[in-house]
């Protein structure tokens, strides 16, 4: 399967823990972006990054909440400390200049704090 | 703070119904609409994007209309089927992506 993957596909923390995800774009896609879907709601923008370079951030992402892509390739999104407001699914998706940065989503990690 | 409308919220409809969903948006700093759709447990799959006003596209019995002097588009189902149960999601593309919070459709056979 040449899609993005994520993993894990579900977690469940205790409030206060820390948690990571990773995410392994398409091959060759140099940018990378994180989505937050909450119930009822679409997904909202995270932060991207353009090979290793992360180039923005929402104000969503709060301090506890870090994202890497150390070589270009897959990124981990960490939080710490987590929150029951936390809870959600976060989506991943790459792009690339050869389809006009149209983005191809994995299929999210759900994570829910106890 | 861009405001991406999508309505109705939900949807349920009988198999061959067709049916049609509204996705309204900013007029002003557009580049492209994104119309997704999200089956259950699997990843977001990207239907259509639109960059011109005026433009149609059309995929099987799928198809979407783009407006954007007005800020609108609307995706047509044709003779539903249960497969097309789904959340249909659209994106504004400004200088990043600002989705709506979906219409979920359900059809019943």
């Not at chain 1, 150390?70 to 998706?93: H, N, V, W």
């Not at chain 1, 690339?96 to 759900?110: A, M, N, V």
């Not at chain 2, 799928?62 to 588009?73: D, F, M, Q, R, V």
Request: aromatic letters at 12%; hydrophobic letters at 30%.
């Amino acid at each position: 399967d040449t899609g993005v993957s994520q993993n894990p596909r579900h977690k469940i923390t205790k409030r206060g823990q820390n948690v990571t995800f990773r995410c392994d774009p398409i091959s060759e896609h140099n940018r990378l972006y994180w989505y937050r879907q909450t119930l009822g709601q679409g997904p909202e923008f995270l932060t991207y990054f353009q090979n290793e370079a992360q180039l923005e951030k929402s104000r969503l992402l709060s301090d506890r909440f870090s994202a890497e892509r150390p070589k270009g390739s897959f990124s981990t999104l960490e939080i710490q400390r987590t929150e029951q407001g936390d809870s959600a699914m976060y989506l991943c998706a790459s792009s690339t200049p050869r389809d006009s940065y149209e983005q191809y989503f994995g299929p999210g990690t759900r994570l829910t704090v106890t | 703070i861009l405001n991406v409308e999508q309505s109705p919220q939900s949807l349920h409809v009988q198999e061959g119904d067709s049916t049609n969903f509204t996705c309204s948006f900013p007029s002003s700093n557009f580049y492209a609409l994104h119309w997704y759709r999200w089956e259950t447990a699997k990843s977001p799959e990207a239907l259509f994007v639109m960059t011109l006003n005026g433009d149609e596209k059309k995929k099987g019995r799928i198809s979407a209309t783009l407006n954007t002097k007005e800020g609108y588009s609307y995706l047509y189902i044709k003779g539903s089927q249960p497969e097309d149960s789904a959340t249909y999601l659209c994106a504004f593309e400004g200088n990043k992506l600002v989705f709506g919070a979906g219409t979920i459709l359900r059809v019943k056979s």
